[in-house]
């Protein structure tokens, strides 16, 4: 059968189909012909603003499950009967996995165990993907290295120590069960759907408010740390990628480029023609007790195997992104109402925590 055709006959389950990469991705193999399911929780608020955004809610079925309850996630399964399964879903923030470490680990750890559990009890012949992060090279990310597949793990926050078990869990199916399962160990991505909370978007969503006059100032924590940061909608093409290939494997997928936060506020102030020396603040408060130095990916396993490789990089990402952000704010002074960002938590004066050091 052709590529187009075995596509059209595709079935995907995607969990958390409501986050950056699931609403990417979701869109992605829709464009491939495939029928998408997604997970999404039972929140008070509904959360499909980047469904919404990208014109696909009404294409997408919907599929209630969490990763805490197995019941759910079996159910999703059986419903949607897929021929892939995208394990996005998890609480991904860093810093908030220092405040809730045991639900973190809930989630995005023994979720993961869940999930497979009901693969491996209900349909074994699925594809499976893993989320799996540069996260889990940990403290083992110092400058001038470059992390590969056969760099050693050395996670340090909950987060990390979360997904290196649902790393490992993923091979334990995998070499274990006979499950077609992939880890991919994908390092930074950002777009202009990024959550609010991460700071490539806390940034240029600043920058797009300053510029308008919306607002005039921008508290950061560690200004030094270095990451590696790509483009989100290549970086969901390496996901469907993996699930093509004859056997399954686990890719670093990267730009291979590292900077730092404080370069990131210098270029994208300066794609305002602002000066990021007159807005920026360190609030000591946002630093975590742990932040990973320095990340720099080194994706050449996937260029050579999934004929993957980064073409947006560091600058034309910001650009785009602050771009984004200034289109959306001047619209929003217009007077148009956006279903475009759920709104961020309040400010850290309205937030009760005993944590100081939140992260940020
Ligand atoms: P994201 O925007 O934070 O999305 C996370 C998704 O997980 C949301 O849809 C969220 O649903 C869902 N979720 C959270 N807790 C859940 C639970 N208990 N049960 C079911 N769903 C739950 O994250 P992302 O940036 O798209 O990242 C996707 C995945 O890749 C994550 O696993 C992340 O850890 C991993 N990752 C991300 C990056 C990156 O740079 N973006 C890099 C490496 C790995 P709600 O909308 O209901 O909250
Ligand atoms: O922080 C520093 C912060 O929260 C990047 C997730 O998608 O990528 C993401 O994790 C760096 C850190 O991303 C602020 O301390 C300074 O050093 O944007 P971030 P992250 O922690 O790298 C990985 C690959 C994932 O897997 C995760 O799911 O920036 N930083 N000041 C700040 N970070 C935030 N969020 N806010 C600040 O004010």
């Known amino acids: 059968m052709r590529e187009e055709e075995r596509a059209k006959s595709m079935r995907a389950l995607i969990t958390g189909i409501t986050g950056q990469d699931g609403a990417l991705l979701a869109?992605?193999?829709?464009?491939?012909?495939?029928?998408?399911?997604?997970?999404?929780?039972?929140?008070?608020?509904?959360?499909?603003?980047r469904l919404q955004h990208l014109g696909i809610l009404s294409k997408v079925s919907l599929v209630p499950a969490d990763l805490i309850d197995l019941a759910s996630?079996?159910?999703?399964?059986?419903v949607s009967d897929p021929d892939e399964v995208?394990?996005?879903?998890?609480?991904?923030?860093v810093g908030a996995s220092f405040e809730q470490p045991i639900g973190s680990g809930e989630i995005t750890g023994l979720g993961v165990t869940r999930l497979l559990e009901a693969i491996?009890?209900?349909?074994?012949?699925?594809?499976?993907?893993?989320?799996?992060?540069?996260?889990?090279?940990?403290?083992?990310?110092?400058?001038?290295?470059?992390?590969?597949?056969?760099?050693?793990f050395q996670p340090s926050s909950p987060y990390a120590i979360a997904k290196l078990s649902a790393y490992w869990t993923t091979r334990v199916y995998r070499e274990g069960y006979d499950i077609f399962a992939a880890n991919g160990i994908l390092f930074n991505h950002e777009s202009p759907i990024r959550g609010l909370e991460f700071v490539t978007r806390k940034v240029t969503n600043a920058v797009a408010r300053i510029k308008l006059g919306l607002q005039d100032s921008l508290e950061l924590g560690n200004?030094?740390?270095?990451?590696?940061?790509g483009y989100a909608p290549e970086y969901v093409q390496s996901m469907w990628l993996m699930l093509q290939q004859d056997e399954p494997g686990d890719f670093v997928i990267a730009t291979g480029e590292t900077h730092s936060v404080e370069e990131?506020?210098?270029?994208?102030?300066?794609?305002?023609?602002?000066?990021?020396?007159?807005?920026?603040?360190?609030?000591?408060g946002l630093l975590r007790p742990i932040d990973v130095k320095c990340l720099c990916g080194d994706s050449s396993k996937a260029e050579?195997?999934?004929?993957?490789?980064?073409?947006?990089?560091?600058?034309?990402?910001?650009?785009?992104?602050?771009?984004?952000?200034?289109?959306?704010?001047?619209?929003?002074?217009?007077?148009?109402?956006?279903?475009?960002?759920?709104?961020?938590?309040?400010d850290d004066v309205n937030v009760v925590s005993t944590m100081k050091n939140r992260g940020g």
């Open 27 to 49: 869109q992605l193999l829709l464009g491939k012909g495939y029928q998408v399911f997604g997970t999404y929780r039972r929140l008070s608020t509904p959360n499909f603003w």
């Open 73 to 78: 996630l079996v159910e999703a399964i059986r």
């Open 86 to 93: 995208y394990n996005l879903a998890a609480q991904s923030f």
């Open 120 to 152: 491996r009890q209900t349909k074994p012949s699925v594809r499976f993907y893993q989320a799996s992060t540069s996260e889990l090279y940990g403290l083992n990310g110092v400058e001038g290295t470059m992390q590969s597949e056969d760099t050693p």
């Open 223 to 229: 200004m030094d740390a270095k990451r590696d940061w």
């Open 264 to 284: 990131l506020c210098e270029v994208a102030f300066r794609c305002a023609e602002l000066r990021q020396e007159n807005y920026v603040s360190v609030d000591k």
């Open 304 to 346: 050579r195997v999934l004929g993957w490789s980064p073409k947006v990089k560091f600058a034309e990402l910001v650009e785009l992104m602050v771009d984004a952000d200034l289109r959306r704010w001047k619209r929003w002074k217009e007077g148009e109402t956006f279903p475009w960002d759920a709104v961020n938590y309040p």
